[in-house]
């Protein structure tokens, strides 16, 4: 019998993977040492589920010919270095700086340079780690722009971040723009194509050996959300990740380096955003850091009351944490003060240990 592992550590919540591992945390804190992992297996052509302590793991995978168990433990486990300068010791935000007049939560909030650049070091000094410029919105349906107004719309403001010391990453998938913001003071390249959507793409990032997020996205905007379909979710946005991952180190980016984003909302259901949410931990077998973007998403919506994006704040926040939670790193979002009180709280009670008195 052959086929592929993804493990994952388990809580008592269900968490599951193809052949990925992510460590469980002992409580509501980071995520530490683990004794169970959840299994995702393909067998003869099915996906199958199940938990089983770690330290049997790699044996029975060796006895179901599943070959890479013990290199997905290793990835799991392994230290993550810095990522930009930025340690990884505490979960890190990501702020949204989008100068585009059709963004499907924020377009044309930020109508001039200097009101982007305001924005972002505010968001900066509510406890943004990164902000994201991104001069073309990607929501469901868009059409994309020329290079030319693209340049026009990000350069000034990431130029202007960067010369105030913020940690600008340039949300793009055109190379011509990746490099000009690069030159302009850009840190980091966040791609929701992978690094696939522009043959000369991996070309600038290794060039500049510059950290990179690698989305994974089903189609292009104008078509992702026209019945989008997997063998099975996880498995199969880890696949295309782990090929990502794979050209990015052959053209010598260190692991390091290279975040994974499985693509919320970027040719998915709701049943499949849920499901990646639930299984974030898998992707802690990439080697590299793992960041999520829920904020301010449709399924959030539909999941309640179908709240305008501005008012899916509280909803953005606890699947924010539910990714934390299962190891994420980075959480990228829109509402910087909220989410980062939140996290605040929230590692503080993982943190803590009762004394014998409570």
């Not at 003869?44 to 997905?72: M, N, S, Y």
């Not at 993550?80 to 499907?104: E, H, I, K, Q, Y």
């Not at 070091?121 to 994309?144: H, Y």
């Not at 793992?290 to 953005?316: C, Q, W």
Request: aromatic share 4%.
């Amino acid at each position: 019998m052959v086929g592929r592992v993804h493990l994952r550590p388990t809580t008592d919540l269900p968490m599951t993977r193809d052949l990925y591992l992510a460590p469980v945390p002992d409580s509501a804190g980071a995520p530490g040492s683990f004794h169970r992992v959840h299994v995702l297996a393909r067998l003869d052509g099915a996906v199958t589920r199940l938990t089983l302590p770690a330290d049997i793991v790699v044996e029975w995978a060796d006895d179901q010919g599943l070959a890479g168990t013990a290199d997905l433990l290793a990835a799991i486990v392994r230290p993550r270095g810095p990522f930009a300068g930025l340690a990884l010791d505490r979960p890190r935000l990501m702020g949204v700086v989008n100068v585009t007049p059709d963004s499907f939560s924020d377009g044309g909030d930020l109508a001039s340079p200097a009101a982007a650049i305001a924005h972002g070091l505010a968001l900066r000094d509510a406890g943004a780690d990164i902000l994201d410029v991104g001069g073309e919105s990607t929501r469901p349906g868009a059409n994309p722009v020329s290079i030319d107004e693209e340049l026009a719309r990000v350069l000034p403001v990431v130029s202007g971040l960067a010369a105030a010391g913020a940690c600008v990453s340039i949300d793009t998938r055109n190379a011509a723009v990746m490099q000009a913001a690069l030159e302009a003071g850009a840190r980091i390249v966040n791609d929701i194509t992978a690094l696939t959507g522009d043959p000369q793409a991996l070309a600038v990032v290794a060039a500049r050996r510059c950290p990179v997020v690698l989305m994974h996205m089903l189609g292009e905007p104008r078509t992702m959300q026209a019945d989008p379909r997997y063998g099975h979710v996880t498995c199969d946005v880890f696949d295309h990740l782990e090929g990502q991952v794979a050209a990015c180190r052959a053209a010598g980016l260190a692991v390091d380096d290279i975040a994974i984003d499985p693509g919320i909302g970027f040719g998915k259901t709701v049943a499949h955003n849920t499901t990646l949410l639930r299984d974030a931990g898998f992707f802690l077998g990439l080697g590299g850091p793992v960041l999520y973007g829920v904020s301010r998403k449709t399924f959030i919506g539909k999941l309640s009351r179908g709240e305008a994006p501005k008012e899916r704040v509280a909803g953005s926040i606890a699947a924010g944490l539910a990714a934390v939670a299962r190891g994420a790193h980075i959480l990228r979002v829109h509402d910087v003060a909220e989410t980062a009180q939140a996290l605040a709280v929230w590692s503080a009670i993982g943190a803590s240990e009762p004394d014998a008195a409570s």
